[in-house]
């Protein structure tokens, strides 16, 4: 069963960017379909981006279109989220998940495995 560990979080100011990096271990990275997802203090988990097991096919949420590209390199077994242009409302705990064929891509009961997360803090 395959095993997600983020990293890359971290305080930043509003306006800067981060790479989030999603490390899979212990599978076959490219069976998975792979997710991140963010969850502030108080607030649901909410879909951020989402790939498909080739990298082929990207989709976002409308919040954060235009500021987020999902990426990932099956080779190394790691998915990643740029953050550009971060916002204080975007502070939060990114989590990755995997999936084997989530459908719709955005819905996170479609996802079975899920990292630990990581932190990110936009201050302003």
């Known amino acids: 069963q395959v095993q997600l560990v983020e990293s890359g979080g971290g305080l930043v100011q509003a306006g800067g960017s981060l790479r989030l990096s999603c490390a899979a271990s212990?599978?076959?990275?490219?069976?998975?379909?792979m997710g991140w997802f963010r969850q502030a203090p108080g607030k649901e988990r909410e879909f951020v981006a989402a790939i498909s097991w080739s990298g082929g096919s990207t989709y976002y949420a409308d919040s954060v279109k235009g500021r987020r590209t999902i990426s990932r390199d099956n080779a190394k077994n790691t998915v990643y989220l740029e953050m550009n242009s971060l916002k204080p409302e975007d502070t939060a705990v990114y989590y990755c998940?995997?999936?084997?064929?989530?459908?719709?891509?955005?819905?996170?009961?479609?996802?079975?495995?899920w990292g630990q997360g990581t932190q990110v803090t936009v201050s302003s």
């Open positions: 212990g599978g076959t990275f490219s069976n998975y379909f």
């Open positions: 998940a995997a999936g084997l064929d989530p459908v719709p891509a955005g819905d996170l009961y479609e996802y079975d495995l």
